[in-house]
């Protein structure tokens, strides 16, 4: 097979019986670590700590029945398949799967477009498209409360898109428009998107507040704002109360950002800053960013900070950015001593 990429949330895979196969793992730069051999026994294994890729040699063998096992449990993940030949709906097919919020579930969708309210919490899914521009969640309501997607815990998504497709939306707009998605909810966890886009026109397009040992990772992506009545491509913060905000983490790696019809592209919140009065406090949270472009169809893009860092190794109030932070084309985002 081609290079398959291994979410951070997968530490187990499982061999199928009766075929003869092949696993081998290689690392973030495609270089060998090492390899699994099976002939007609069932195997299960770690994946290398290493591992951000895997290739199969197979004889004989259906790729559905190549199951992983996430970090939390060992139970197996189900899979389901929505559209052509499966589900009609992706929350029909999550609610097909007995077992509850900690059945691990592997949904793989079909192109076209899927108008739902999806609300994940505290899950254990990983959702592949099937082409990033052609699988479409959409939301269509401009109801803060029903965006396409709310999600936390355990979770993948993969070759998506994601859009906020509200109309007749007014100027000044009222305060509680929709976001494409949602990323504000308890339930710890890596949550990572690779080669999604997002689109939005209503509020921000991707609305984030970190929780208690939450990791928020964007790899390979492109958030999208249509600036038709202000808002941006993203608006990030942290949890506002200390107790419930240790290690908070979001990454951002080779993204690429646009807003159209203004130069505000994210704004960066240290809300336990805010909601404590306004003293210094330490929350654990850090943002690094690596190698992200950010545009604007009007000029110079800007982010916005709130408030204006705490010191050096800062990003905004006592949020620290990360050392690695390097390569992106707005300087503040680059970490310098």
């Not at 997968?10 to 973030?28: C, K, N, R, W």
């Not at 928020?216 to 993203?234: D, K, P, Q, S």
């Amino acid at each position: 097979s081609d290079y398959i990429f291994i979410p951070r949330s997968f530490t187990h895979y499982s061999l199928p019986s009766g075929v003869y196969h092949q696993f081998a793992f290689y690392d973030i730069n495609k270089k060998f670590i090492s390899t699994q051999d099976s002939i007609n026994g069932y195997t299960t294994g770690e994946i290398p700590k290493d591992a951000f890729y895997l290739r199969m040699t197979l004889e004989t063998a259906i790729t559905d029945k190549y199951w992983v096992k996430f970090s939390n449990g060992n139970t197996l993940a189900t899979t389901v398949n929505v559209g052509k030949g499966g589900f009609k709906t992706i929350k029909s097919a999550i609610d097909s799967v007995g077992g509850g919020i900690n059945e691990p579930i592997i949904v793989n969708l079909s192109e076209g477009v899927y108008d739902e309210e999806l609300k994940l919490h505290n899950r254990k899914i990983t959702i592949i498209g099937a082409n990033r521009n052609k699988t479409i969640i959409r939301g269509t309501t401009s109801d803060y409360y029903k965006p396409a997607m709310e999600v936390s815990g355990e979770v993948y998504f993969e070759n998506l898109t994601f859009e906020e497709t509200s109309e007749n939306i007014s100027s000044p707009a009222p305060a509680m428009r929709s976001y494409a998605v949602h990323l504000d909810y308890a339930g710890a966890g890596v949550m990572e998107f690779n080669n999604c886009i997002f689109k939005g026109n209503a509020h921000s397009t991707v609305g984030i507040g970190l929780h208690n040992n939450q990791t928020l990772r964007f790899v390979n992506c492109e958030f999208h704002h249509t600036n038709l009545i202000g808002a941006n491509c993203m608006f990030a913060h942290n949890n506002p109360f200390p107790e419930n905000g240790v290690n908070q983490k979001m990454e951002i790696i080779n993204c690429q950002f646009y807003v159209y019809g203004g130069t505000n592209i994210m704004v960066l919140n240290d809300a336990a800053w805010t909601f404590q009065d306004r003293h210094k406090v330490d929350n654990g949270t850090t943002f690094m960013f690596i190698n992200n472009t950010f545009f604007s169809d009007l000029g110079e893009p800007t982010i916005s900070l709130q408030p204006a860092s705490f010191g050096v190794g800062k990003i905004t109030g006592n949020v620290k950015l990360h050392p690695a932070s390097c390569g992106n084309n707005i300087d503040i985002l680059n970490y310098t001593v």
